[in-house]
């Protein structure tokens, strides 16, 4: 029994080589094939961001692929409540958007909310909530596309803008220096010309 399967395997090694790279080629192509598509698609995402020199905080939408996104869904909960906006009274939290079209790298940015009335000058005050648990729904050629993840905004609270914002400003004043030096070189230079 083992002497003929050894026979046909002699007879047969170059047909299960062929049948061997078939297969190989076979699902390289499929491995290519859903790279493709996942690399060539819209990616929607969802984040509450702080800018340092205001003291505001945004939220930004954002499609980072290189397709469109249509009909795009976001959902948040809890609902993040505005501190700056909420002492108006024709102002609501929204924890739902919707967006008809996302194009590619584009960036949708909203105020969301300040500093001061969020933690406080002394930054003691805490937000009833800081996570969100993110649901991002969308649309590119027919296909459905569903994305959950939680965004963790606890962390806006311990920038300290002052730091930073005086780190900004040295930074700018040592440049304004520098380039007064170099300018005036330039000027003697012109000048021996």
């Excluded at 609902?79 to 739902?96: H, I, L, V």
């Excluded at 008809?100 to 003691?124: C, M, S, V, W």
Aim: glycine content about 4%.
């Amino acid at each position: 029994m083992a002497h003929q399967f050894l026979e046909f395997v002699n007879q047969n090694i170059g047909n299960i080589i062929s049948s061997g790279a078939m297969l190989i080629a076979a699902l390289s192509l499929w491995v290519t094939r859903l790279a493709f598509l996942e690399n060539n698609r819209p990616y929607v995402t969802f984040n509450i961001e702080g800018e340092i020199q205001s003291g505001s905080y945004f939220f930004y939408f954002r499609n980072t692929g290189i397709r469109a996104a249509h009909n795009v869904q976001i959902h948040i909960n809890p609902t993040p409540k505005s501190y700056a906006f909420s002492r108006f009274a024709d102002y609501e939290d929204r924890n739902e958007y919707s967006f008809a079209y996302l194009a590619p790298n584009q960036i949708i940015r909203t105020i969301f909310d300040d500093e001061h009335t969020r933690y406080g000058n002394d930054k003691k005050n805490r937000p009833d909530n800081e996570v969100f648990d993110i649901t991002i729904t969308y649309y590119y050629k027919k296909k459905k596309f569903k994305d959950i993840y939680t965004c963790d905004i606890s962390y806006l609270a311990h920038i300290d803008d002052k730091l930073v914002s005086n780190d900004l400003k040295k930074g700018f004043l040592d440049t304004n220096k520098h380039l007064e030096r170099i300018s005036k070189t330039l000027s003697k230079w012109s000048g021996n010309v």
